[in-house]
């Protein structure tokens, strides 16, 4: 029993440590959420990680991502994660792609032999397609659905995704998902209710706003989502 794992084995098992090992675990979207379970899949012995994101760490991500330190902002938000994987868990296969992903590029995704993916993308359109694709190939997903502008981590649930309310990330991607048959996707959501926040920054491009979010929600959803692809690849799901 390796001594960095030794907790986390206590709790599974050395089979399931053996199958999480040989696991393969896409995470698409390094923001807040996706830097946390990113993280939280190194730390449970995840033998190997596919990291996407286009984007660069910029100052703005200091208060909530895990790649984002002030000695790696305007850095790649895969590479720099990449290599705070690299120095959690040296053993992890880690696959740093610093591209976006989206319909148009869908070829240089799939297929694919991931064991998990998570969908940790802002976009809906990047989100529907990814979450199809992933279903066609037979990978199980988990999708992340709004954490911005709330504050209370306690009212994030893991759920079917037509088992949701109150949240208008989730309405939209239920109705979108209807449209494109997917007749079930997990999810990690919250019920709390949006605030609306002042806006001091412009939005980019194609946001009508910019969110606002403390660290211990995203942080949170992501835990989540790692918690779930961990217990679900070491046959322990709850």
Known sequence: ?????????????APAMERLS???????????????????????GVGALTLVDEDTVAASNLNRQVEALNSTLGESKAEAMARRVADIAPGCRVAARAERYEAARRAAFFPADWDY????????????????????????????????????????????????????????????????????????????PPLSPSQPEAPPPGRRSVPGSAVWVPAAAGLLMAQHIVLAIAGAES
Do not use: Q
């Open 1 to 13: 029993m390796s001594e960095n794992l030794l907790r986390i084995e206590m709790l599974l098992g």
């Open 22 to 44: 040989r696991a393969h675990v896409a995470v698409f979207g390094l923001g807040g959420v996706g830097s946390w379970c990113a993280e939280a899949l190194a730390r449970s």
């Open 117 to 192: 993916a998570a969908d940790c993308i802002d976009l809906v359109s990047c989100k529907l397609d990814l979450i199809e694709s992933a279903i066609g190939c037979g990978i199980p997903i988990i999708s992340a659905l709004g954490t911005g502008n709330k504050l209370d981590a306690g009212r994030l649930r893991i759920s079917d995704i037509y088992g949701t309310d109150v949240c208008p990330l989730a309405r939209v991607m239920r109705r979108e998902l209807r449209r494109r048959g997917v007749e079930r996707l997990t999810v990690v959501y919250s019920d709390e």
